[in-house]
Nanobody, 120 residues
Framework: QVQLVESGGGLVQPGGSLRLSCAASGSIISINDMGWHRQAPGKERELVAGITSGGSLNYADSVKGRFTISRDNAKRTVYLQMNSLKPEDTAVYYC??????????????WGQGTQVTVSS
């Protein structure tokens, strides 16, 4: 019913920037909360940033002031602008969205993940 397709990951030097995108497609009635999580080797998956349907934002303390989450409802896309990247930001980043479809109430969906590597 729903697919989340991510793009924008890659290799960047410390202090550099990347912009991740995640577009939702399928039989979508509406999209509620959207966000980004990440998982580094040996660590639990953690919330990086979230944005509600009304535009309220929240960030992990480790990324405040460096990352910005935004969404374009017309494009059904959520973005994560990552600036001043640090090696500890290296992880697989996953898009998440709560989506209402023709067949279900709002349920969580996940992207496939995109690798972000910060290294000199």
């Amino acid at each position: 019913q729903v697919q989340l397709v991510e793009s924008g990951g890659g290799l960047v030097q410390p202090g550099g920037s990347l912009r991740l995108s995640c577009a939702a497609s399928g039989s979508i009635i509406s999209i509620n909360d959207m966000g980004w999580h990440r998982q580094a080797p040996g660590k639990e998956r953690e919330l990086v940033a979230g944005i509600t349907s009304g535009g309220s934002l929240n960030y992990a303390d480790s990324v405040k002031g460096r990352f910005t989450i935004s969404r374009d409802n017309a494009k059904r896309t959520v973005y994560l602008q990552m600036n001043s990247l640090k090696p500890e930001d290296t992880a697989v980043y996953y898009c998440n969205a709560y989506v209402r479809t023709e067949r279900s109430s709002s349920l969580p969906y996940w992207g496939q993940g995109t690798q972000v590597t910060v290294s000199s």
